[in-house]
Every structure is written in structure tokens, then in C-alpha cells.
């Protein structure tokens, strides 16, 4: 299945894109979904980040999480919900984690999280991955309820709001 950077779907999905991008600058973290090695799901708090025109996933050096993205780069991030009632929306991306070795990419994520929190990590002691998406979802829980998906093969659709 293609997938996209982040500059990409914004472009091609602004409707979701935008709603993800204004809650992950707000929210400064994400969960994050990987594959652990025999295959079962691992979920973890993550920092976030934009430059470039990706979309980051700073972690730790050989963190657990990193290790299972380098093994299987197949990544969900998922906005954090605050409420009991949902009534901020969840943001879904589904996708790849691509690696980011290049030091001009690099250096564009350490000035974004510099901006961000005046720190960044040392070089090379973190992973640096950047998300490429296949799938986006949005759903609120407030009024009016709204249930949208995005992949590149159909474009934008609404489904109906379960229940």
C-alpha cells in the first residue's frame, strides 16, 4: 500500500490533516502503536513534532518501542483523549515509520523540538522517525457526531456514527 509524507497529506487530506496537526501541537503527545517481536501490541506515550514536512517520532536510544519499529516499521499514532466523553475528537494515522537518517532532517527535527521545549537530544543517541501515512481517521463524540476516514485508494468519506 503507498503511503505519504506528512507535506503530502496535507495536501490531499487537509479536512484531517488539519484536525490532527491543531490537536498534536496542543496536546505535545501522542500514543503511539507498535508491533512487539512475537507479534502482539504495544501502546506508549510519545512526544511529537513537525519540520521538514514530516510529521516526528523522537524516542529513546534503543528504547523498546524504537526496537519495534526498526524491526516492523507498521506504526498507529492516536491523539490522547482527555475526556470520558470524547468530545475533543480522536485522530487516527495509520502507517509507516520511516527511519530518519539524513543530518539535514535531523537537524530540522532537533530546531523543532528546540522551539518546543528548549532541549534536544544528542546526536546519535535517539531514533528519529518520521511518520509516512496510508490511513487517517477522525471521530468526535460531540454534537454533531462525526465519523471520517481517508486512504489514498478512496479519498475522504464519512461513515456513520456507530450506535
Known amino acids: 500500500m ?7 497529506f496535507e ?15 496542543r496536546d505535545e503527545l501522542v500514543m503511539v502503536g507498535t508491533l512487539r517481536k ?4 504495544r501502546i506508549s506515550p510519545n512526544e511529537i513534532d513537525f519540520a ?3 510529521l516526528f517520532v523522537s524516542m529513546m536510544w534503543r528504547s523498546r518501542k524504537a526496537l519495534d519499529l526498526l524491526r516492523d516499521a507498521r506504526v498507529v ?3 490522547v483523549t482527555r475526556t470520558r466523553e470524547g468530545t475533543d475528537g480522536d485522530v487516527k494515522l495509520h502507517g509507516r515509520a520511516v527511519d530518519e ?6 537537524l530540522a527535527f532537533k530546531e523543532a523540538i528546540r522551539a518546543r521545549i528548549d532541549w534536544v537530544p544528542d546526536e546519535p543517541n535517539y531514533h528519529c522517525f518520521s511518520i509516512d ?6 471521530i ?8 471520517t476516514a481517508w486512504d489514498l485508494e478512496r479519498g475522504l468519506w464519512q461513515l456513520p456514527f456507530p450506535g
Open 101 to 106: 537518517q539524513d543530518p539535514d532532517v535531523r
Open 52 to 54: 521538514a514536512g514530516r
Open 140 to 147: 468526535t463524540f460531540a454534537e454533531p457526531h462525526r465519523v
Open 77 to 79: 499514532v492516536h491523539s
Open 2 to 8: 503507498r503511503r505519504i509524507r506528512w507535506d503530502e
Open 11 to 25: 495536501s490531499v487530506c487537509p479536512e484531517i490533516a488539519r484536525l490532527a496537526r491543531e490537536r498534536f501541537e
Open 133 to 138: 501515512v496510508q490511513r487517517a481517521g477522525y
Open 38 to 41: 512475537d507479534g502482539s501490541p
